[in-house]
């Protein structure tokens, strides 16, 4: 099966040969047979024919069918339809739903995104109007200035 990676001359193996043993019958010895008398004797009959003879034996009842089980008055091909109908326009239902909320949710974000302009806006505004209204004042670095006789001297 796989190569030999010896550099010796191959030796050949004996091969062995098994062959399945069957196993010899099982004498078994028939069952007994059994005699089972009914609970009750059956009444015998007699029964006169139209020509006089009279005929006597066991009645025998007719043979009776088997119960049917009671079938649905709604096939099950219906209520299939049925069901398949009603999965089908829940799911339809469930769709509408979902463009819905996802209509919803896309508003809500534009809006969101609309009032952080504004809000940045405003903000950006601030900071220029009020920048522009101090451009006459002396800007002063407090952490590098010397104080000496009122004076700043950078």
Known sequence: M????????????????????????ANVA?????TVQPG???AVASIVLPDGRV???YAIEPARPEPVAAKSAVSR??????????GFLAVCGGLLLLTSFIAALT?????????????FGGWIAV???????HQGGTTVNIR??????????G
């Open 2 to 25: 796989y190569p030999d990676h010896s550099h010796n001359v191959p030796v050949q193996r004996a091969v062995e040969v098994h062959q399945p043993t069957p196993y010899p019958p």
């Open 30 to 34: 028939p069952a007994p047979v059994v």
């Open 40 to 42: 009750t004797i059956p």
């Open 55 to 57: 005929v006597t034996g």
């Open 77 to 86: 091909a219906a209520v299939n339809v049925a069901l398949g109908g009603v």
């Open 107 to 119: 508003a809500f974000i534009t809006q969101l995104i609309i009032l952080a302009a504004v809000i």
């Open 127 to 133: 900071q220029i109007f009020s920048a522009s209204g």
């Open 144 to 153: 590098k200035a010397t104080f000496k006789r009122n004076h700043f001297h």
